[in-house]
T-cell receptor, first 115, second 115 residues
């Protein structure tokens, strides 16, 4: 595998379910990001991890819980979601979060539908 | 605060015609500027970026963009559109000098190429 991978690619869940999204990067990067992409809205940055430490939580509801066990893996745990949480969730990584090293590489995304 | 404006949420061009996608930014310091492309059901792929130096930047797939500080613009062009260019294009700005890694994305422009 190369680049940034995300699993699953599609997920349908009920509002009472608990599920997790997984992201893995094979680029040797140290920073990882979660974005939410909804129709007709700009990409919304949700969380940022740098060297496994969370450096950004962009006022995301607590029903979204990120986890970064190492610099290569990032999870987004989901529970009691709402229909408006249906979106494409994109993971990205960069060498670091500073200066010219913050060029971000994106995964293919997970299309989430909340019923 | 930084912001990005992409004029035209939908642009249609004929195959072989010039592609021009507009991006204007607001930033109090010299920014880094990016264009990403997103094909259906895929993540974002970097087309090109401007950091410092030459203001005319060439990217992949025959695209190029010119940083015009006086106009605060970073428009994306391609001399001759191909059917495979049909996708959504996102302009993004970051402020590396301020130490922030955040990308601010535009709302995207969907390019349609007519046969």
């Amino acid at each position: 595998e190369t680049g940034v991978t995300q699993t699953p690619r599609h997920l349908v869940m009920g509002m009472t379910n608990k599920k997790s999204l997984k992201c893995e990067q094979h680029l040797g990067h140290n920073a990882m990001y979660w974005y939410k992409q909804s129709a007709k809205k700009p990409l919304e940055l949700m969380f940022v991890y740098n060297f496994k430490e969370q450096t950004e939580n962009n006022s995301v509801p607590s029903r979204f819980s990120p986890e970064c066990p190492n610099s290569s893996h990032l999870f987004l745990h989901l529970h009691t979601l709402q229909p408006e949480d249906s979106a494409l969730y994109l993971c990205a990584s960069s060498r670091s979060t500073s200066g010219s090293e913050n060029e971000q590489f994106f995964g293919p995304g997970t299309r989430l539908t909340v019923l | 605060a930084q912001s990005v404006t992409q004029l035209g949420s939908h642009v249609s061009v004929s195959e072989g015609a010039l592609v021009l996608l507009r991006c204007n930014y607001s930033s109090s310091v010299p920014p880094y500027l990016f264009w990403y492309v997103q094909y259906p059901n895929q993540g974002l792929q970097l087309l090109l970026k401007y950091t410092t130096g030459a203001t005319l930047v060439k990217g992949i797939n025959g695209f190029e963009a010119e940083f015009k500080k006086s106009e605060t613009s970073f428009h994306l062009t391609k001399p001759s559109a191909h059917m495979s260019d049909a996708a959504e294009y996102f302009c993004a700005v970051s402020d590396p000098w301020g130490g922030t890694y955040k990308y601010i994305f535009g709302t995207g422009t969907r390019l349609k190429v007519l046969a």
